[in-house]
């Protein structure tokens, strides 16, 4: 194979800039096999020097492998790698590699070190490639019972646990935490410590201004409640009705257990 045919074929295996073909061939006395590996982890090298780098661009996704619910954010530095296939494939190859694990996954932490490992390097030899910084920026693994929405774009995908019900209104309420971007679902997984602190501020207040005491704890009730309403998901106003509470929409038998919702910054 002549030196050119070489330098073709490796530059369509790895995507490398034809300069950085060109040496690797050459340190490796052109043996293919050696300079993808040259080329692989002067990659991974270079990715180093752009970890601080913003990444303000990514692709999310949640899907169903082998039986597993399985998320992804992966995160880049511009929209046009965000929408190259190339990026898109890593993804596709990240986020099959994740799916191969047994347990309950929520965080980065949460993986076994050689698959962590391994898609860390991925991404980095990646990285080499496009002189752009990429990091992980959440994963998800579980096989309870979950409706899953992914928003046309792939920016925000969002999961709703539940019990009873039907898909239908499992959807409708994904779309309210893509759109609404809740923290809780009710008022009861609110943190205690808050809604105390929350308490004591407007009891204060209210005992200023001079209200009955016997009024105070149920005034204090409906303020934190109101405070909150934006917060919690069944208190949100519909989006498709706003004389409706989410609550409102829920059949007598559905129970909703918690949600998920995957975007930059969540």
Request: glycine share 4%.
């Given at each position: 194979m002549s030196n050119i045919e070489l330098l073709k074929q490796?530059?369509?295996?790895?995507?490398?800039?034809?300069?950085?073909?060109?040496e690797a061939l050459a340190e490796a006395g052109d043996d293919l096999e050696k300079a993808q590996e040259i080329l692989k982890k002067k990659g991974i090298a270079k990715?180093?020097?752009?970890?601080?780098?913003?990444?303000?661009?990514?692709?999310?996704?949640?899907v169903e492998i082998n039986e597993k619910t399985v998320g992804l954010k992966l995160l880049c530095e511009t929209?046009?790698?965000?929408?190259?296939?190339?990026?898109?494939a890593l993804f596709d190859s990240v986020l099959d590699k994740i799916a191969q694990g047994s347990k309950e996954i929520t965080a980065l932490e949460d993986l076994d070190p050689a698959v962590a490992e391994t898609v860390e390097n991925e991404v980095k030899e990646f990285m080499g490639k496009t002189g752009e910084n990429m990091k992980i920026g959440g994963v998800l693994v579980t096989k309870k019972k979950a409706y899953i929405y992914n928003h046309p774009g792939n920016?925000?995908?969002?999961?709703?646990?539940?019990?009873?019900?039907?898909?239908?209104?499992?959807?409708?309420?994904?779309?309210?935490?893509?759109?609404?971007?809740p923290t809780f679902v009710s008022f009861d997984q609110v943190d205690a410590n808050e809604?105390?602190?929350?308490?004591?501020?407007?009891?204060a207040?209210?005992?200023?201004?001079?209200?009955?005491e016997a009024m105070i704890a149920q005034i204090v009730d409906g303020k934190?409640?109101?405070?909150?309403?934006d917060t919690v998901l069944l208190e949100q106003e519909y989006i498709r009705d706003g004389a409706k509470k989410v609550k409102d929409i829920l059949p007598a038998d559905m129970k909703v257990i918690a949600f998920v919702r995957m975007a930059i910054g969540s």
């Open positions: 490796l530059r369509e295996l790895t995507f490398a800039p034809i300069k950085d073909c060109k990715a180093g020097s752009r970890a601080e780098r913003e990444t303000k661009e990514w692709i999310v996704k949640i929209d046009f790698v965000a929408k190259n296939e190339n990026f898109q920016k925000v995908a969002s999961l709703i646990f539940f019990e009873g019900g039907n898909d239908e209104i499992a959807k409708e309420l994904a779309l309210q935490v893509t759109a609404m971007n809604t105390a602190k929350m308490k004591e501020e407007f009891t207040e209210l005992k200023t201004a001079g209200k009955p934190i409640k109101k405070a909150l309403a």
